[in-house]
């Protein structure tokens, strides 16, 4: 593949930072801590403030000193192709990265031509910035593998998946020409386990277990014998050794998610009576009974994501004279949506809004700290009323789509509606995400953006 680093060739981009390098080399330390949460829209944020502070109360995130929008660009896989109006988390993972809008399903590559996209942990790494990875799912995902790897397809994650990928006998798609073999760069596992980042941290343990193409050791030995220190555990995460770069497996796949609906409950639908079927003016329905979240106990095996950014902070920081660029994603926002369990994505805001606190808390001992809390799309759950504004006529009416009722902690009920599609699956939508900084980010963030424009502040801020 040609690369491309955001319009500039690699060459100028790298002598660039060296120049600007040198230029800085007495400068204070200055980091940049891009907080992601995937699938994180108005909605998930309301949802999650009514449950864990009340309707009346506040999530860190809404104590921030800023707050604007940014909107979503994605295009069809062609060079010059038209806008496509909905996003997955690859291409806008893709676009905070690099700056560059390409289509949906890509890491790091640009649509059409398929060529590599220079990332801003490149850049930063290029000009001697350390570089941090942290989420809630398998860290070969869309959204981190889009900081650290190319590839022309997001499920090629290990090398076992890079030909021919099929569920269920569908064919899903192929990475051959990202073959090593084929001159490629390999399976995303394998351009983590090379690559110079510092820390990477979350799940997808099972993505390192296969042999790396065309020899005899795992993934896993190929990080090691690259220089990382692997550990899979809390205790080995507060243990590992300062100074080392470190990298965190702690799950086969995603990490499990803190709250869950009672039994494992998601949304479902509303159950018409016959006579409503006959007509929609007859009859009565049966809404789903209410539910309770509750604590997952699979969460507890795992570290939260506030002891990952602790970490990965603490690693980071340590005898650091330059400063340095962390990524940190609450991922489960989004799966638990597209599973309609609106527990889940609760307990995922709640992750983040501590992961926040961790990073406002670096920021009050290092002031050249720009903190960005941003999403990469909108979701499916709507906040719709759970008692209907027409209950009062005499004709049933209900949700068309699927319905989680939650019983809240002060004492209410809310009700959650997906109805994107009628698949396995819940789809994203196309709406504006909300971007949050801190003070660092006034005057620097404007109240509206492009989601390719985070790349360029990034950029700015670190003077790459």
């Known amino acids: 593949m040609k690369h491309l680093l955001t319009g500039r060739s690699l060459c100028a981009g790298l002598l660039t930072a060296a120049a600007m390098l040198a230029h800085n080399a007495s400068a204070a330390p200055r980091q940049l801590i891009l907080i992601i949460g995937d699938g994180m829209d108005e909605q998930q944020v309301t949802i999650a403030r009514n449950y864990l502070k009340g309707a009346a109360g506040q999530l860190l995130l809404d104590q921030m000193p800023l707050r604007g929008a940014s909107q979503i660009l994605t295009i069809e896989d062609k060079v010059g192709g038209k806008p496509v109006y909905v996003a997955d988390s690859a291409n806008t993972a893709t676009s905070m990265a690099t700056g560059v809008t390409t289509s949906r399903g890509r890491i790091a590559t640009s649509a059409g031509d398929d060529r590599d996209l220079g990332t801003i942990v490149e850049l930063a790494q290029a000009a001697g910035y350390r570089s941090g990875i942290v989420t809630t799912a398998s860290v070969t995902d869309a959204t981190p593998a889009a900081f650290a790897a190319h590839i022309s397809f997001r499920l090629c994650e290990n090398p076992d998946s890079m030909v021919d990928i099929t569920y269920h006998d569908i064919p899903l798609g192929d990475c051959s020409p990202d073959l090593k073999a084929n001159g490629g760069r390999g399976s995303i596992a394998e351009q983590l386990a090379e690559s110079k980042v510092d820390v990477i941290l979350g799940g997808g343990s099972k993505h390192f277990a296969p042999m790396a193409e065309g020899q005899s050791r795992t993934v896993a030995q190929v990080a090691q014998d690259s220089g990382f220190q692997l550990v899979n555990s809390t205790a080995e995460l507060l243990a590992a050794q300062p100074g080392k770069r470190l990298l965190g497996t702690f799950s086969k796949s995603t990490m499990p998610v803190r709250l869950q609906g009672e039994g494992g409950r998601e949304a479902e639908e509303p159950e018409p009576s016959l006579l409503n079927y006959i007509h929609p003016y007859l009859g009565d329905v049966t809404m789903p009974e209410p539910m309770d979240c509750e604590p997952n106990p699979e969460f507890a095996a795992v570290p939260t994501l506030q002891q990952m950014t602790d970490a990965a902070l603490q690693h980071l920081s340590r005898d650091n004279e330059r400063g ?46 720009l903190i960005i809390v941003t999403a990469d799309h909108s979701q499916a759950a709507q906040l719709i009323p759970e008692v209907s504004l027409f209950a009062a006529y005499p004709i ?57 424009d985070i790349f360029e502040i990034s950029r700015q801020y670190l003077g790459l």
């Open 396 to 452: 049933p009416t209900y949700s068309p789509g699927k319905v989680a009722r939650i019983n809240t902690p002060e004492g209410s009920r809310m009700a959650v509606n997906y109805a994107t599609t009628n698949f396995m699956m819940a789809e994203h939508t196309g709406a504006a995400v909300p971007v949050y900084s801190n003070a660092q980010g006034v005057g620097r963030i404007p109240p509206f953006i492009r989601q390719p």
């Open 324 to 369: 340095f660029f962390l990524m940190i994603e609450s991922a489960s926002i989004d799966k638990q949506s597209h599973e309609r369990k609106p527990c889940g994505s609760i307990g995922e805001v709640e992750q983040l809004d501590e992961a926040l606190a961790s990073a406002l808390a670096f920021a009050e001992q290092h002031p050249e700290t």
